[in-house]
């Protein structure tokens, strides 16, 4: 019998990683809302403070704490729920209600788990259980067997037939592994791994085969339905959130489709879902052969993106589920008038791109393959592939305009169309210029050949409008074909267009005068789960040219407010944007408009048709912006919610005469143009740090001479693709430039004049009319050098004196009125000594208006909204030195998922996610903040290495080191380390560099646990030392022992956990800082 | 491509291009919403006289498989031929992929010699099916005029349905199957079991057949006009002999009964129409494809309706109260669409 649920505790996932990122917080939002609905007290865990799931309103009770199973037992004793959900925080919540369950903890306070059983998870989670269940209701996996003997290994193969995969188990990086055809090649292949290893793995290779997914949802009734299928455009081998993904699937015959639905189902009623799960097949392309690769118990990147393309909102139903509801008795919250036991129709395909940014990580690898390495996704919609898949290139934002019409470089085409990367569309276009035909490229890449058809559809009328050479001469019908398959604006003039002094904008705009004097206008289409079927007054829509009527009519009455969105996730614009937008388009509705949103993100809150009264999932081009403004007349648009992507398109919306709500676009354009900003500096007396743009080595030598070294240099990003890093000496300069085409004049490199020492104070504000109305100071724990993404930081700041932030508040205000600005921004400085400089001014809201939003209860985007809109604003009243509590927000890295990648801080930002929590004093607050990205208090049973690189930080870590001896703390330095500590009192154990043959050697201790935190300060100087310090840092990362590079904040670590007992911390909800 | 106009029974146009055969036909238009199965779509002989309109835009991706039989059934096809009038879609894929198609979609068409029609916005013309309710329509070439034409005057199921007798299968139970335009898996289902089909016409007077059980097909149009069938199946229900009947089969089975039957709005064609288990929570997902339906308030007494559509409350299967009679209004035996439905085929045989 299920007891009674009053009181239901949520885990979120924690921060932004790869893997899990932001379709947590929309699985969470939704999961809540249904819960609220219910009339339910629901208590969330997740310290992500950027999310909406953890804004006001969401939740009753929200705890920024790690979801550790301490910290929730401690929550879950606090606040005596009856019912925990788990599936609704990604792996990090379903770990964490494993553990908790396998300690009996939630057994102990009578805890039940609302949704798919802990017992049915655990069976899914094992792989060997898993594949027996499977064998039991006869479903087949891709299951390998290990065999002890060649002779096992051919008995095996009798069962399975070639290709097969070997592998050596117990070995790292693929040693001793390949691929086999016949008996010969597993002979000679086995007998060699077998000197590894005295155990192989022999898995049937299923390369080159199709990947499939399916999302099933089930009820108690054991009524079951799924709800979407989709593809994987790139074959099996490349990880499904590495891979372009279509849905529904294109290539499968109706036998195969429902095939592989019927077994889905049986999957899940075997399995015992209540809610929903996601099951992936591999698909042999030659016969009806299929394996399920896996199966996930929970809402998944791949569910919400289901959820997105069909309409269907899979969180939210799964968690009625979760509370005893029939799919029969939940609304389709599309028709509102069938229910949620239905499959959606779809009359459209949408694509599925991720976003890399390997480009921001030395020495890491492009390839993409079976490990996902991708930051964020876009989602597209079109009537056909070809517009779907041109859209969704551009919405990357990676620089490609579509599939055609770009200025990729690929050195090597045949090895990049062998060993795939993010550039292997672009390669695929290349390839046809070379004349490569379909069967050529399906041989090489296995890309199903329906989609190089359709590639090559598009690569057909980039030829037929390359053949004209002006606008007019090209026939109607080409120029709407064209349309049709997605092209911009901005490809047609570059194809046809081929003026090369004209302007590639001026080209767009001249296309856009031309097509729309022709009449080829897109059409706005609904997404309603139901392929028409119903009426639905759904306001879930999207654009394309593949249609004769709109499905709505615009009301243009003024009332509208545009939002533009952010984007695809990416390091340095993620969630926090997300909020931003949430929480502009909540208010617009408060004021009595209508909230548009525009977006194409399917890891987001924003673009669920819940939150707004109108949903263009659609590009955030000049172009389609303006399609959508010319059909919504609306009274403006807002771009300072959303990040620099819709920042960089205000100017260009102004002159075309759209309504920019807020700050003007000249001086969002001055903000963002560094010579118009200095200008304006120097008018206003404001110190900025010393720099010049460069086109020449020698003007670099000058300046170098002039300001002095260390310095930062900005390379033009798009050509060398090198990262912006700081320099101390001059042949790290010259190492860094010494691509002499990095040195141009077209890409002039920017140099900069770098304090050392400098701390790094950020104030966000909203202003009105050039006066401002309410603002946040925070300070980071780092000096600058490292980038304000990946920072430390505490607000309200703890550490600064009064003279800097009276001049912080005075040259904020100078600013505000110089750039008479009407909303949100951020301005970032250097402080030393008193003396402040102005490093970045952005007149958006940053990265961390949702921190101090929440850690000062006032929600800045709200406020800012309404002076967008014109509503007069008191100023914010309260003195934020007056607040009682410290909240401190600390940034999540990935480099576990980067192989090889240096896992470093520098100017360039390379964290993927970040938390805040909020504690009663620093140390409480930063202790809570890390453990919630992944650090632990290291074990008294294993030590702690320091390797402190250079003289400074051997001097800064010295106190930290003294309070780790005297709370009893095991220490291991590496020979220069020990031996300064050793002359200031403090003993350690020498570990030898990892390039010496000498024992102890660190490497091992980290291999062999012996180490629980890593403190290794990168040091700038003899190439050996680098090398040491790389293998040091990443053997860290790779046998999973926390590190800091950072002596500042290892330090304040140190201290904190030093000071504090983890039984001591407080465990307060966020309403109870008061 | 050679274009083609599209003209509705109240006088809108739309214009597309031809990729099927190249001659103007009139026929009544109605929508699916399946998003995949056009080669069995396209050979369900209840498509009789229709113009064929998928809501899913790019259809022909992957092709149209080989002629080939297996024990004297299609092995990939509904019935031996296209049935349906015409198919209008949006995006054609000439160019298709898959391992077991022979040809390409326009090539089978006009190998059938049945038009196909491209280029057409067809979320708007199925929304304009929606609200006006099905219609009348036309395809016209250049050149070439035809009138408009009501199938559902016609008598659809004698058209469709066999000629010849024909016995399949060699189990223990006989199965008298009365093919009113019967799908072929309807046939694959069954031959799974213990069961010899013997499959007659559709006004086969089987009234002094010996059999263990009596199969009502689907079939095209109408019910009310298939008289001898109904006549038939009234001798039948008289009798304690198993009965099951699929979508066509159980509104003849109704009417059979004493109750009537009606024309709906527009009609449930897709692969995703909800039903539910009169009584129970247990609902299946089903494969349609109907134009009329069964008026539950006019069951007799000792029937009643066995299944309900979640969707619009219509009555999606009927039966005795206490004899082996039921019938789906749905197709258990998908092909295409989903299977959850099949076993009903099991229901069927264990009572014989």
Redesign the interface.
Not at chain 2, 334 to 340: E, H, L, M, R, T
């Given at each position: 019998m299920q007891k009674e649920l009053k009181k239901i505790l949520v885990l979120g996932s924690g921060a932004l990683k790869i893997g899990e990122s932001g379709e947590f917080d929309y699985s969470g939002s939704q999961a809540l809302k249904a819960l609220h609905e219910e009339g339910l007290f629901t208590i969330l865990i997740n310290p992500n403070v950027a999310t909406v799931q953890t804004s006001e309103g969401i939740a009753d009770h929200i705890y920024y704490l790690p979801i550790t199973p301490e910290f929730v037992e401690r929550v879950i004793e606090k606040e005596r729920p009856d019912g925990i959900m788990l599936a609704f925080g990604g792996q990090t919540a379903l770990n964490c209600g494993v553990a908790l369950h396998e300690r009996g903890i939630l057994e102990k306070y009578d805890v039940q788990v609302v949704g798919t059983p802990v017992q049915a998870i655990i069976n899914t989670e094992d792989r060997e259980l898993f594949a027996d269940m499977m064998k039991e209701i006869g479903v087949k996996t891709a299951q390998s067997e290990a065999v002890s003997s060649i002779e096992d290994a051919l008995k095996v193969v009798s069962e399975i037939g070639y290709p097969v995969i070997v592998r050596a188990a117990y070995t790292l990086g693929g040693l001793g592994s390949g691929f086999c055809s016949n008996d010969e090649e597993l002979r000679r292949l086995a007998a060699s791994a077998f000197s590894y290893s005295p155990q192989i793995l022999i898995e049937k290779s299923l390369k080159g085969w199709k990947e499939i997914e399916y999302e099933v949802v089930r009820d108690k009734?054991?009524?079951?339905?799924t709800v979407c299928n989709m593809e994987n455009f790139d074959p099996l081998g490349i990880h499904t959130g590495e891979s372009v993904v279509v849905a529904?699937?294109?290539?499968?015959?109706?036998?195969e489709?429902?095939m592989l639905?019927?077994i889905a189902?049986k999957i899940a009623r075997r399995v015992g879902i209540v809610g929903e799960c996601n099951v992936q097949y591999a698909l042999d392309?030659?016969?009806d052969d299929y394996r399920v690769i896996e199966l996930n118990a929970r809402l998944s990147r791949s569910s919400a993106l289901a959820s997105k393309a069909t309409g269907y909102p899979l969180a939210f139903v799964a968690a009625k589920l979760g509370l005893g509801y029939?799919?029969?008795e939940i609304q389709n919250s599309v028709t509102k008038c069938?229910?949620a036991?239905?499959?959606?129709?779809?009359?459209?395909?949408v694509c599925k791109i991720p976003r890399w940014d390997l480009g921001k990580f030395d020495g890491v690898s492009k390839l993409i393959g079976s490990s996902m390495k991708s930051v964020g996704e876009i989602m597209s919609i079109g009537?056909?592939?070809e517009e779907a898949i041109q859209k969704g290139l551009r919405m990357v934002g990676q620089g490609l305009h579509g599939f055609v019409a770009n200025t990729v470089k690929v050195p090597d085409l045949e090895y990049e169309l062998n060993n795939p990367t993010d550039k292997r569309l672009p390669a695929i276009e290349l390839a046809f210029d070379q004349g490569y035909t379909i069967e050529q490229l399906h041989e090489i890449t296995k890309i199903?050949?329906?989609f190089l058809?359709r590639l090559q559809n598009i690569y057909r009328v980039k030829l037929e409008l390359a053949a004209y050479d002006s606008l007019e001469a090209v026939p109607e019908a080409l120029l709407r074909e064209a349309k049709q398959m997605g092209y911009s604006d901005y490809q047609i003039g570059k194809l046809v267009i081929k003026d090369e002094t004209m302007k590639p904008h001026d080209k767009s705009q001249m296309v856009r005068e031309v097509r729309k004097s022709l009449g080829i206008v897109p059409v706005v289409?609904q997404i309603d789960t139901?392929?028409?079927?119903?009426?639905a007054q759904t306001n879930y829509l999207y654009i394309t040219y593949?249609?004769?009527?709109s499905?709505i009519d615009f009301a243009c009455d003024g009332k509208s407010v545009i939002v533009l969105g952010s984007g695809a996730y990416r390091i340095g614009s993620s969630v926090e944007f997300d909020w931003c937008g949430v929480a502009a388009i909540k208010k617009i509705q408060e004021m009595g408009l209508r909230a548009i949103m525009i977006n194409y993100n399917p890891e987001t809150v924003s673009t669920d048709y819940d939150i707004c009264d109108r949903l263009f999932f659609d590009e955030l081009t000049l172009e389609r912006v303006l399609d959508i403004c010319d059909m919504e007349q609306p009274k403006g648009v807002i771009v300072s919610t959303g990040g620099q992507i819709p920042n960089n398109l205000a100017l260009l919306l102004d002159r075309q005469g759209i309504n920019i709500l807020g700050t003007s676009a000249t001086s969002i354009d001055i903000a963002e143009d560094r010579q118009k900003f200095s200008q304006m500096c120097d008018r206003l007396g404001i110190d900025q740090p010393r720099w010049k743009e460069l086109t020449k080595m020698e003007e670099i030598y000058d300046f170098v001479a002039e300001v002095g070294l260390p310095v930062m240099i900005r390379p033009s990003y798009v050509l060398s693709g090198a990262a912006m890093r700081v320099v101390e000496n001059m042949d790290e300069l010259e190492n860094a430039l010494k691509n002499a085409a990095v040195v141009s004049q077209e890409h002039p490199v920017v140099v900069t004049e770098f304090l050392q020492r400098a701390k790094e104070v950020e104030i966000d504000a909203v202003a009105q009319r050039g006066e401002i109305k309410c603002y946040a100071i925070s300070e980071h724990i780092e000096y600058a050098g490292v980038h304000s993404g990946d920072a430390t930081v505490v607000f309200p700041a703890q550490k600064l004196y009064f003279e800097t932030i009276r001049r912080i508040k005075r040259t904020a205000r100078a600013i505000a009125q110089a750039l008479n600005i009407s909303g949100p921004f951020n301005i970032q400085f250097l402080a030393k000594d008193n003396e402040l400089r102005v490093i970045e001014c952005n007149l958006r809201a940053s990265r961390s208006f949702p921190f101090v939003s929440k850690i000062t209860k006032f929600n800045f985007i709200g406020m800012a909204t309404e002076i967008m809109l014109g509503k007069e604003v008191e100023p914010f009243g309260k003195s934020f030195a007056d607040i009682d509590y410290v909240g401190i927000k600390s940034s999540q890295f990935s480099f576990a998922r980067l192989l090889k990648a240096d896992p470093i801080l520098g100017v360039d930002m390379a964290s993927t996610g970040e938390v805040a929590c909020i504690g009663d004093n620093y140390s409480e607050a930063l202790l809570k903040s890390m453990l919630s990205v992944g650090h632990r208090v290291p074990s008294k049973d294993k030590g702690i290495l320091i390797s402190s690189g250079a003289a400074r930080s051997k001097v800064e870590l010295l106190d930290a080191a003294r309070e780790l001896q005297a709370a009893g703390y095991r220490l291991y330095a590496t020979g220069g380390t020990a031996a300064f500590l050793a002359q200031n009192g403090v003993e350690s154990t020498v570990l030898h560099w990892p390039d010496s043959q000498s024992k102890p050697n660190v490497i091992d201790s980290i291999r062999n646990h012996e180490i629980d935190l890593v403190i290794n300060i990168p040091k700038n100087s003899t190439p050996r030392e680098l090398q040491n310090g790389y293998q040091i840092r990443r053997a860290a990362i790779d046998y999973n022992v926390p590190l800091i590079t950072n002596a500042r904040l290892a330090s304040a670590f140190i201290s904190a956990f030093c000071r504090h007992e983890l039984a001591d911390l407080e465990i307060k909800h966020w309403a109870e800082y008061k | 491509m050679k274009k083609a106009r599209l003209i509705l029974q109240d006088g809108s146009e739309?214009e597309g291009y031809s990729f099927g055969a190249e001659h103007s036909v009139a026929g009544e238009l109605c929508?699916y919403?399946?998003?995949?199965?056009y080669?069995?779509s396209l050979t369900d002989p209840s498509y009789r006289g229709q113009i064929l309109v998928p809501?899913?835009?790019?259809i022909g991706?992957?092709g149209v498989p080989a002629d080939e039989k297996v024990d004297g059934i299609s092995r990939f096809f509904e019935s031996e031929k296209i049935w349906c009038q015409a198919l209008i879609i949006?995006?054609y894929?000439e160019?298709?992929?898959?391992?077991?198609s022979a040809r390409s979609l326009g090539t089978w068409l006009k190998q059938q010699d049945v038009p196909g029609i491209c280029g057409i916005?067809?979320?708007?013309l199925?929304?304009k099916l929606?609200?006006n309710g099905a219609m009348l329509g036309k395809i016209v070439f250049e050149g070439e005029d035809v009138e408009m034409a009501d199938p559902n005057r016609r008598n659809l199921v004698a058209e469709v349905s066999t000629k010849e007798i024909r016995t399949y299968g060699n189990g223990s139970k006989k199965v008298l199957m009365v093919d009113c335009g019967m799908k072929n898996n309807i046939l694959r289902c069954l031959l799974k079991y213990d069961v010899t089909v013997k499959r007659v016409p559709w006004d086969y007077d089987f009234r002094g057949e010996e059999y263990d059980g009596l199969f009502i097909s689907n079939g095209p149009g109408d019910p009310s006009i298939c008289t001898e069938t109904i006549e038939h199946i009234r001798w039948a229900l008289q009798q304690d002999k198993p009965i099951m009947g699929i979508c066509l089969g159980n509104q003849l089975m109704a009417i059979a009964a004493g109750a009537k039957t009606y024309k709906l709005k527009y009609g449930h064609r897709?692969?995703?129409?909800?039903v539910?288990k009169v009584g129970t929570?247990?609902?299946l997902?089903t494969s349609q494809n109907h134009g009329f339906a069964i008026d539950d308030k006019t069951l007799p007494a000792e029937w009643e309706p066995m299944f309900v559509n979640?969707?619009d409350g219509t009555n999606e299967g009927v039966r005795h109260r206490t004899k082996p009679f039921f019938s789906a209004q749905f197709h258990p035996e998908?092909?295409?669409?989903?299977?959850?439905s099949m076993l009903l085929f099991n229901e069927y045989v264990k009572s014989l």
């Open positions: 009734y054991d009524n079951c339905i529904p699937s294109q290539t499968l015959s109706d036998h489709y429902h639905r019927e189902i392309p030659n016969s029939g799919l029969d069938t229910s036991f239905f499959e959606p129709a779809l009359d459209y395909v009537r056909t592939f199903d050949n329906w058809f289409k139901m392929a028409g079927e119903y009426p593949n249609g004769a009527r499905d | 739309f929508f919403t399946a998003m995949t199965g080669p069995e809501t899913y835009p790019m991706n992957y949006s995006d894929s160019q298709f992929s898959h391992w077991d916005d067809t979320r708007v199925t929304q929606r609200d897709g692969h995703n129409v909800p539910r929570h247990s609902c997902i979640l969707n998908a092909s295409s669409g989903p299977v959850d």
